[in-house]
């Protein structure tokens, strides 16, 4: 890195990792770069070199050697855990999605400007995440679900090692509902997809917690604690959190909103973008559809007459072939095979485990932040004559 | 009762108890009555003598005396309870919303025709269940969550002594994943509004699996069963799926569909009904709002320019004050108070904790038998001048 440094301007961005050529750079400090959706239907798994990486702030120098976690908060005794310490849990292996709030906000800011990263629909990724159940770790600290005797009045807090210029940290928090939950998977993983998890993504831990938009699944984690009160960072009170089309950021009550935490479902097309030239004839078109809290995909539909008349989707990469499950934390990569006869508007819709569907279009859901862009995908192909 | 019985028609309807004449009545044999939308938004907890009553057979004559319970399955000894024993358990309350899944049915009918009784909005109620927690009551029959290695492959089945002419029961299922989540409240109900549950909503039990469909709530409860497959009366199997606006009665593939549980985000007015003349001025508009799953209502939206601009209504009535909460299983009331200057398309929409939201017009998620018909609700005003 050839940035001079003077008093005046430190580069707090020195220590960043390389970043696949691949990836399409949307900032650069902090670091945030989105996978070309046509990479994102390869492969059931996302790649980790190609895995989109949203940051907030710098990323933080962890030496896996010194690395501690500390766990600590109301009912629970603190407890300090070296890497090693984690490692010595029960290994567990999740599929899990992780999409970042903003994912589809380009779509969103067409019909009026949003605030935010210009994502297209590349900020999700499916991976193989693997680690200690966070239910498991905790425990060693006395973690016991009858101690909260209203369980709704308290949060799990996750904070991170990487941390703004006056100090402060990124962090996050859940309910702690989700602990009680023993069909939910919290995972302070170790691994993404067999590999030491790399250092953008949260090298040597991240909590992964599925169903849950991306920005509580804290990155180079620090620490763990219970608390009769939410995160207070920026991200928590004020960044993540979706308000009525009514609402712009001169008028926003940010306490009238709750934190996103599980997503709506949607789906994308990645093997056409808007406004490609095709043949006339058959054409194979090819996304991805998912919907938080565990929610399966049980069905993705295409339309070439804008609702009229709907083809069902093959469903050609999922891990759930159980359609009575109800809990699911990955994508599903689907494909049509569709006869196109004159140029047209595609649509795409999905339809999750708990008869979801998507807004049809992004007037209604609009928000100033430009956050959940999941109504239907449409795309304009245009037939070669 | 005064139809004259036969060898040829024996009337199985004989024992069916006084209805409130409030009701209005969609079938009479089995009985099916609607609240009007308007008694809906006096109360919270929905009367009883006025809430919905959704039969699907003759409602059976059960003597509390002998009432029992079976309880039996995989991983479970046989176990049969009477009234008294079920009243031994610690008793405990929820304020849970059922719906049916045909509510609204006859607004998604008037684009394309649907099958089925001809609901409008108020086949939906609130009640305070009190009773049994059901994970107390299988822990007699020996229910150990660990004996379940793979939960998903499980399912709890419930029947009701209600019976067709043939002697089939009525019956439905959920996943066994339900009774893992330890913030879920599946009850045996023995009182509904702390009076004990009236004839049409079950006596002496029902189950009461709260954010879920009212049709796996099975009344007259005889049966509880965990099983290896699901409920195969044609309740579960063909009548509450919801199918492809592309797919009809003659082209349907049962299989290809999960039966409702969890139902989606939706909002209705009830202060007024479509074409309702009102005078020019101040309006107050109420109603209701519900999403299954433990979902809260997070925000209740109400336009008159087709969604050129959102005003936020004010939730009137809730249990629910904690706006990190993420279960809660009823419904909230709300009000607005508006200005209406000339006749206008009233449109109400709402949001849940999840931030699912609903979807604009029923077009694109009719189906066939007019189930979760959960579009925006829209009424005309006609503003006298
Ligand atoms: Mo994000
Ligand atoms: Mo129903």
Redesign the interface.
């Known amino acids: 890195d050839d940035v001079l440094e003077t008093q005046e301007s430190v580069d707090h961005f020195k220590g960043e990792p390389m970043r696949h050529p691949a990836l399409i750079r949307r900032a650069e400090k902090p670091f945030n770069g989105e996978t070309p959706p046509s990479l994102l239907i390869e492969k059931f798994h996302t790649p980790n070199d190609v895995f989109y990486v949203r940051n907030h702030l710098p990323v933080p120098q962890v030496d896996a050697k010194t690395y501690s976690l500390e766990i600590d908060g109301i009912s629970l005794n603190e407890v300090s855990l070296s890497l090693q310490d984690i490692k010595k849990f029960p290994k567990v292996s999740i599929s899990a999605t992780i999409q970042c709030g903003g994912n589809r906000r380009t779509e969103m800011g067409k019909g009026k400007p949003v605030a935010g990263l210009g994502w297209t629909g590349g900020a999700i990724g499916n991976a193989k995440w693997t680690g200690a159940r966070l239910v498991d770790v905790l425990r060693t600290a006395g973690f016991k679900?009858e101690a909260y005797k209203h369980?709704?009045?308290f949060?799990v807090k996750f904070d991170g090692l990487d941390t703004d210029q006056s100090g402060e940290c990124y962090g996050a928090s859940v309910?702690l509902?989700?602990l009680?939950?023993?069909?939910f998977d919290a995972i302070l993983a170790y691994e993404m997809n067999d590999k030491p998890i790399p250092i953008d993504h949260g090298f040597p831990i991240r909590i992964v917690l599925p169903g849950i938009v991306g920005a509580r699944s804290v990155k180079w984690l620090s620490r763990v604690s219970i608390s009769d009160e939410?995160s207070q960072s920026p991200w928590q009170q004020r960044d993540y959190k979706?308000f009525?089309?009514?609402v712009s950021l001169e008028t926003v009550d940010f306490?009238a909103?709750?934190?996103?935490?599980?997503?709506?479902?949607t789906s994308y097309i990645c093997s056409h973008d808007d406004g490609d030239k095709v043949k006339k004839g058959p054409l194979k078109l090819q996304g991805y559809a998912f919907s938080?809290?565990g929610r399966r995909i049980?069905?993705v539909?295409i339309s070439l007459d804008k609702?009229k008349?709907?083809?069902?989707a093959k469903i050609s990469d999922t891990n759930d072939t159980?359609?009575?499950?109800?809990?699911n934390w990955s994508w599903v990569l689907w494909e049509a095979n569709i006869n196109i006869q004159s140029s047209a508007e595609i649509w795409v819709?999905a339809?999750d485990?708990?008869?979801?569907?998507?807004?049809?279009?992004f007037?209604?859901?609009w928000n100033y932040r430009g956050l959940?862009a999941?109504a239907y995908h449409k795309i304009y192909l245009d037939v070669l004559t």
Chains 1, 2 share one sequence.
């Open positions: 679900p369980p709704e009045k949060h309910p509902s989700y009680l939950d023993g069909n939410e979706v009525s089309p009514s306490s909103a709750p934190p996103i935490m599980e997503t709506p479902v938080g809290g049980i069905r539909e609702g008349s709907w083809n069902i159980n359609l009575e499950n109800t809990r819709k339809v485990s708990g008869y979801n569907q998507q807004p049809e279009d007037k209604n859901i959940l999941t």
